[in-house]
């Protein structure tokens, strides 16, 4: 597996680092720089962007992206992969009336709050992908996914009605442990658990962290080889606004052959790692 990050640099400060040619410079503002954690300069951005912070009261980066390649036999020996929704859009299913019960949520960081009516979503949002999820984490799947479940007969599976023709919300109905091992954090150069009044390891231990950083690490089960899709007990997040504190979701790698066998869109797939 290679790891590299994607930094999109403040181009007021990227000479710092970086040399005029490196990176894409997207307009006047910004420089896309992609670095492995094998280069030097990986451990002086957060040094740079403190100075930064301290002496010009900026920001050296203003977003991040972790990208993760791997060779086909690592995925094809992989017993449990990570499943990531790529593709994200909005307005909610809370926007757009769909019912939660608010009192079933964790008090301190908003997990766990209960829908109790179906999905109702805007008609002609729906991206034309076969998985996707609002920025309210409720995720919907298309027809053609439906179908290639039923006759594959995969397990752990399940759906519910939206509005929206030939949409599907799904769920999973098995969850599993994350280790403390799964690295969260802010960004990878902060791994702090709170921030400006927001919480992001709850006390109660329902949601560990803003954003995962690393591959996630999840602690042996019986029920991993039984099923075919998984949701963390855990989550990952925040609430703010809309947003809600969401599962980290798995797949075995039947459910992986089925994306690739029937061509479905909308999905990626990383290791993750038992223990």
């Known amino acids: 597996m290679k790891e590299t990050l994607e930094l999109r640099i403040n181009y007021d400060y990227a000479h710092f680092l970086f040399k005029a040619d490196e990176g894409q410079n997207i307009g006047t503002s910004v ?13 002086q951005v957060p040094i740079i962007a403190e ?13 991040w992206k972790i ?58 949002t729906m ?19 439906v ?20 949409y599907y919300q799904l769920t999973a109905n098995t969850d599993i442990e994350l280790s403390p091992n799964t690295i969260v954090g802010i960004n990878p150069f902060d791994l702090s658990t ?14 560990i962290g803003l954003n995962l950083l690393s591959e996630p690490y ?18 990952v997040g925040v609430r703010r606004g809309l947003l809600r504190p969401e599962p980290i979701y798995f797949c075995s790698p039947a459910f992986r052959k089925m994306v690739e066998e029937e061509k479905l869109s909308g999905f990626e797939f990383e290791i993750t790692n038992i223990e």
């Open 194 to 207: 709170s921030n400006e009044g927001e919480i992001y390891k709850c006390p109660k231990g329902d949601t």
């Open 51 to 63: 100075e930064v912070r301290k002496k010009y009261n900026g920001k050296f980066f203003f977003g």
């Open 127 to 145: 991206p034309k992908k076969d998985i996707a999820k609002t920025i309210g984490g409720e995720v919907v799947v298309s027809e053609k996914f």
């Open 147 to 166: 179908n290639a479940v039923k006759r594959r007969n995969l397990k752990g599976l399940q759906f519910g009605a939206v509005n929206v023709e030939k």
């Open 67 to 124: 990208g993760r390649k791997y060779s086909r036999r690592e995925l094809d020996t992989a017993i449990l992969l990570h499943l990531k929704i790529k593709t994200i859009f909005e307005p909610t299913g809370e926007e757009c009336g769909t019912l939660y019960d608010e009192t079933a949520a964790c008090t301190i960081c908003g997990a766990n709050r209960k829908q109790v009516s179906p999905l109702i979503l805007e008609k002609g």
């Open 31 to 43: 420089k896309v720089v992609e670095l492995s954690k094998e280069d030097s300069r990986y451990r």
């Open 218 to 235: 999840v602690l042996n089960s019986q029920s991993i080889g039984k099923y075919d899709f998984y949701a963390s007990r855990q989550k």
